[in-house]
Each structure stands twice: as C-alpha cells, then as structure tokens.
C-alpha cells in the first residue's frame, strides 16, 4: 500500500522557520520526482515546489510566492522528501501535502498524495 | 505561468446525474493534464492522469477528455461519495498550477 505521511507542522511566528518532513512507503520512491502543495484555510490548492530524481541531479522548482525562501531537498536512503521554511510570512498558513509520482504519458504526475500537516504562521 | 480556469465553481446534482465539469487553459497543454478529487476535510486523491487515463482503482464512472486547451471531467451517474471539490492540475509546464476548483453539492 502507498504511504505519504507529513510531519513537522505547527505554529510559528513571522520570521520563524520550520521543516516539514514526508515518508514515503510502498513504491520505488528514487524514481519518483515528489511535489510538495499547500491549501490556505477555505481556499484552493497551490503548488509549491518539486524535486525531480538522482537521473535528473535533484534539481528543484518553485512557485514564485517561495522561491528564496523555500527549500526542497530529499534523502532517497530514508526514502523521505524535505521543505525548509524560512522566514515565513502569515500568508504561509496553509495545511501543506505532499505528493509523488513516477513517469507516464510524457510527465511525472502527483499520484499519491499524503494527508498533509498544518502550519501556522502568527504572532 | 499558464492559467487554469474550471467551470463552473460549483454545481447541484442529484444522485445518478451525469455531471460535466470544464477547465481550460491559457495556452496549449497537450494532454499534461490531471484531476483531482478532495472530500470535505480529507487530503486530495488523483482521478485521471493525462488528461483521460484513470488512476488505478478509480471507478469508471469517471472519465475525462481533452487536449490542447479545452478539458472535461465526467461522472456518469453520482454517487453519494463523489460529493467533494475537483480541481485540474496542468503538468505541462513550470510553475505546476491547479484551476480554482468545482465544488459538486447535493440537490
């Protein structure tokens, strides 16, 4: 069975930082490039950022509203994926899921979906 | 960034309704297009890939088309579980973006 499990949310003061972590389980996790989204209270998705495979060196993308303060990083040993937070604003309060997927029909698509960690950001 | 726009934003059906619901983006996307489905407080889970291949183990009452800039989703006849938000997601070029959602209520 295919498992996303987040962690690392919580409550954290404009500025703060913080790192949510996402272990995967149930499929060959080093061939999948993995997604991380987030979902602001009442609204609809955002995509955040992803980071591809060891074939494509790790390289990252982000959304505009992240990048330079966003970091995503993975440890395909661990079988886990990583978003360091820095100086997060109150417009980051969002629950925040991961999600992964592995080469079909010309793409990565997100597949699997965890059932996400929420962050808070407030003074 | 391409614009993701679904329509409409919500919608009443009853059960055993056939429901359509459109997303068209702002420029071609081939078929790097997916759909996705979020039950009231529950996580997003993938219906489609590629714009009409379902995701294993999704009912076939669901199916989507399209390609280029115009997309459906369809479910055939309602079900009591298929009340949730669907949201397009386009995988054709960075950064990802989601359309605004369909919210499918209860008549």
């Known amino acids: 069975e295919v498992q996303l499990v987040e962690s690392g949310g919580g409550l954290v003061q404009p500025g703060g930082s913080l790192r949510l972590s996402c272990a995967a389980s149930?499929?060959?996790?080093?061939?999948?490039?993995m997604d991380w989204v987030r979902q602001a209270p009442g609204k609809g998705l955002e995509w955040v950022g992803r980071?591809?495979?060891?074939?494509?060196?790790?390289?990252?993308e982000y959304a505009a509203s992240v990048k330079g303060r966003f970091t995503i990083s993975r440890d395909d040993s661990q079988n886990s994926v990583y978003l360091q937070m820095n100086n997060l604003k109150t417009e980051d309060t969002a629950v925040y899921y991961c999600?992964?997927?592995?080469?079909?029909?010309?793409?990565?698509?997100?597949?699997?979906w965890g059932q996400g960690t929420l962050v808070t950001v407030s003074s | 960034d391409i614009q993701m726009t679904q329509s409409p934003s919500s919608l009443s059906a009853s059960i055993g309704d056939r429901v359509t619901i459109t997303c068209r983006a702002s420029?071609?996307?081939?078929?790097?297009l997916a759909w996705i489905q979020q039950r009231p407080g529950k996580a997003p889970k993938s219906l489609i890939y590629?714009?009409?291949s379902l995701q294993s183990g999704v009912p076939s009452r669901f199916s989507g088309s399209g390609s280029g800039t115009d997309f459906t989703l369809t479910i055939s006849s309602l079900q009591p579980e298929d009340f949730a938000t669907y949201y397009c997601?386009?995988?054709?070029?960075?950064?990802?973006?989601f359309g605004g959602g369909t919210k499918v209520e209860i008549k």
């Open positions: 999600a992964g997927g592995g080469y079909r029909s010309g793409r990565y698509f997100s597949d699997y």
């Open positions: 149930g499929f060959t996790f080093s061939g999948h490039f």
């Open positions: 980071t591809r495979g060891k074939a494509d060196s790790y390289t990252t």
């Open positions: 420029q071609d996307i081939a078929t790097f």
């Open positions: 590629a714009a009409s």
């Open positions: 997601q386009q995988f054709n070029t960075y950064p990802l973006t």
